[in-house]
């Protein structure tokens, strides 16, 4: 299917207002020559959407991957460039440089660790990176992960340049960026998109969408940013799969000196290409986030066993798989013991739209004319909102980009998939949610640090 960029007058329809869409949406209105409408089945920011969250990491630590080493590069200028309009209208900043500390294993860095350093210094960032020569020095900065430092988390670099930002906070600051540059906005019941709308005379020509409540809305060109939800909206070939990923918060400990320390920790992690974990310091509202970067779990649906995915908008009771909630447990009691005596406050599964070999999947559908799908996130693009939408009007207005070339559709088996070389177990078994004992939702009982045995 040739694919023809939008004519100015366009009109554009995009789906989905989260990180993908919003980015999207303000990069076209900055042309000045379409008609945007952004669709969404909630208001924004939407409950359950990825990219609504406490925080989020800001990292350009990506091994081998320069793409997105660059991206996140070009993105903190705008994080900065953001910082400062909302100082001058009196708004906290949303991006924090609280520094990434990557810990890794025993005497000697992995792989992953190893190649960041090499490819950061080798385009000239080398300032960025301040590699700790002994297990001491580490503890002598970050005398938090003292024992995790004892237990064999014993080399370490920090990235200076990175931190995290306020996530559901920088999705609202782009909203409203879209705002006053004439988005339009169709949100609720009536934005929700039930299927592309085709013409009739030519099934494979979408001329627009069909909501919820069998209005169809007609465009020039639709863009669809659904996230995680995508596979389950239009056939996506098996390119991406609805994944969920395990999240949980520790309240403010009931102790003022490890209160204070938490406060001032790096985002950090925990050799993260061999164990996945990941967390960040403790909010000003007392809550500490700690997070795992996985192969995750699906959630097959009955018709044709597509995972979608299942939040706590549709499931309200629904926590964190047992087994998951076992597992953090025993890495934290190892790498942030202090945790051990803590009730875990809130935990959740959180979805990645997850692509075969974690790059973005960026591009016009095979399968239709007029059609543009915008996802793949795999697990590491909020990150980019401040800039994403930029690289995503080039491929709307056909123009090849090396980001382009990198996220243009791909026909890959899933016999390939490697995910984005970065989860902990590699080996790609997951789990069905709900399915086994180890995959039930843990009870509020189980959150307690009370609960002896798991
Ligand atoms: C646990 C977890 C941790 C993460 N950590 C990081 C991190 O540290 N750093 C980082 O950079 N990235 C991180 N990410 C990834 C990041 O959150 C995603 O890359 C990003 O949020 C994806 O944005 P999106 O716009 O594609 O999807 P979403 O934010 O999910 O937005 C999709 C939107 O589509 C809407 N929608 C869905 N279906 C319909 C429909 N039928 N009709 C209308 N609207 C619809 C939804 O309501 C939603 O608003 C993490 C993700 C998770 C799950
Ligand atoms: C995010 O920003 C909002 C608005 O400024 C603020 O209320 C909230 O506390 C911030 N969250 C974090 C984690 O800093
Ligand atoms: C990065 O590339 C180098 C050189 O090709 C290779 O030796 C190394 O294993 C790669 N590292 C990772 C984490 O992919
Ligand atoms: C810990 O910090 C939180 C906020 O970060 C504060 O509300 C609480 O009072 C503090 N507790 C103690 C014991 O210092
Ligand atoms: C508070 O935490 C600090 C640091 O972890 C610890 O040394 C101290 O014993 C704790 N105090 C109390 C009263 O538990």
Redesign the pocket.
Known sequence: MTYTPPPPGSKIIIVGGGCFGLSTAYALALKNQYDIYVFDRQQIPAPDAASSDINKIVRMDYANDTLYMHLTIEALGMWHQWNEERSQQNLDPVFHRSGVLLLSGKDEFSSFEKACMKNIREAGYGHFIKEYQSPEEIVEDFPQFHHAVKQGFNTAYLNKAGGWCNSSEAVKHMYQKCIDHGVHFVLGDEGCLKNVYCDPKNPDTVVGIQTADDTIHYADRVVLTTGSWTAGLVNMHNQVVASGQQVVHFS?????TL??SW?KLPVWCGDLSNTGYYGFP?????KMKIGKHSSGYLNPREVDGVSVPRTQVTHTTDTLPIGALREFRQFLGNFLPETSSLDVSFGRVCWYSDSIDGDFVISPHPDYKNLIVATGDSGHGLKFIPILGFKIRDIIEGIETEYSRAWAWRDMSTQDTKLDGLRADSLLQRLLLDETEHARMATPDEFKASRPRL
Do not use: F, I, L, R
């Open positions: 403010s400990p009931q102790n003022a209160n204070a406060e403790m909010t000003p509202g007392g």
